[in-house]
């Protein structure tokens, strides 16, 4: 059974900066695209961040230039670096990734449990 486990959120203030991790666990044989997510309360969970399997990016407009997306392969993890952090960065934050597993052997859509980062003085 395929997990996701995320780490590192918290309390920050304005301008300061965290690093979410996520580690995939779980029989695994290959990971595709890995994805961060967030969800800020009353509103819709967005994409904030993909890297594929040739490590190729893309994020959202909102955290170009602030937020680095990073993957080990070796390890099964995928890193969100976040600078610069702002009130509208709060929310839940989520791990997703595209993984073929020993009981599936075909790509299925994982979710980590979320969370929680919170941008405030």
């Known amino acids: 059974q395929v997990q996701l486990v995320e780490s590192g959120g918290g309390l920050v203030q304005p301008g300061g900066s965290l690093r979410l991790s996520c580690t995939a666990s779980?029989?695994?044989?290959?990971?595709?695209?890995m994805r961060w997510y967030r969800q800020a309360p009353g509103k819709e969970r967005e994409l904030v961040a993909t890297?594929?399997?040739?490590?190729?990016?893309n994020y959202a407009g909102s955290v170009k230039g602030r937020f680095t997306i990073y993957r080990d392969d070796a390890k099964n993890t995928v890193d969100l670096y976040m600078a610069n952090l702002k009130p509208e960065d709060s929310g839940v934050y989520y791990c997703?990734?595209?993984?073929?597993?020993?009981?599936?052997?075909?790509?299925?859509?994982?979710w980590g449990q979320g969370t929680q980062v919170t941008v405030s003085s």
């Open positions: 890297i594929t399997d040739a490590a190729e990016t």
């Open positions: 779980g029989h695994i044989i290959d990971i595709g695209p």
């Open positions: 997703n990734a595209v993984i073929i597993n020993t009981t599936n052997w075909t790509p299925a859509n994982y």
